[in-house]
T-cell receptor, first 114, second 110 residues
Framework: GAVVSQHPSWVICKSGTSVKIECRSL??????MFWYRQFPKQSLMLMAT?????????EQGVEKDKFLINHASLTLSTLTVTSAHPEDSSFYIC??????????FGPGTRLLVL | QKEVEQNSGPLSVPEGAIASLNCTYS??????FFWYRQYSGKSPELIMF????GDKEDGRFTAQLNKASQYVSLLIRDSQPSDSATYLC??????????FGKGITLSVRP
């Protein structure tokens, strides 16, 4: 069964608005979660590592002020895309690590910015 | 820069055949290796992981790892149309982060 859930599964928004995506760990206390982005026909690119109770660690080239990550509890990490623009349209996927450091992915959130 | 390379594909095999998917990686410090399957429009799902040199079998899937050659592969025996998907090779380095290959699309012909 699923170990990670995401909400919403898809979202359409106007340019300039902010969008929040939730990632929930089911039946597990995830101190670390990961956020990825995938553009069409491309592979997954790690955006940031979300750490419970501390600041997220962002990958090079990812704007931390644009992609706000909050990991306030052991089961919930959120990604907020601030002032979204059409180029932010993508498939956003979170993951958590359990069982010998294997990452399990959520179902993903498809974002379309008009 | 750490890189993970996969055959460009796409790969097409007839139903019942063996599909062989290959992956090479550049970071000799890589510790563990994963194969994920991704259906169109869906997120990746884990198929197998392997840490040690040699073969690891799970049902119709066999992962092979050769650290000296920096090579990992996935064999799918008795391929089924439901195996048609994009297969992603992922490598975990010492920093515990996953680096993904671009993926290879497999098509199994009925």
């Amino acid at each position: 069964g699923a170990v990670v859930s995401q909400h919403p599964s898809w979202v359409i928004c106007k340019s300039g608005t902010s969008v929040k995506i939730e990632c929930r760990s089911l039946d597990f206390q995830a101190t670390t979660m990961f956020w990825y982005r995938q553009f069409p026909k491309q592979s997954l690119m790690l955006m940031a590592t979300s750490n419970e109770g501390s600041k997220a660690t962002y990958e090079q080239g990812v704007e931390k002020d644009k992609f706000l990550i909050n990991h306030a509890s052991l089961t919930l990490s959120t990604l907020t895309v601030t002032s979204a623009h059409p180029e932010d349209s993508s498939f956003y996927i979170c993951s958590e690590t359990r069982f010998q450091e294997t990452q399990y992915f959520g179902p993903g959130t498809r974002l379309l910015v008009l | 820069q750490k890189e993970v390379e996969q055959n460009s594909g796409p790969l097409s095999v007839p139903e019942g055949a063996i599909a062989s998917l290959n992956c090479t990686y550049s970071d000799r410090g890589s510790q563990s290796f994963f194969w994920y399957r991704q259906y169109s429009g869906k997120s990746p799902e884990l198929i197998m992981f392997i840490y040690s040199n040699g073969d690891k079998e799970d049902g119709r899937f066999t992962a092979q790892l050769n650290k000296a050659s920096q090579y990992v592969s996935l064999l799918i025996r008795d391929s089924q149309p439901s195996d048609s998907a994009t297969y992603l090779c992922a490598v975990k380095g010492a920093n515990s982060k996953l680096t993904f290959g671009k993926g290879i699309t497999l098509s199994v012909r009925p």
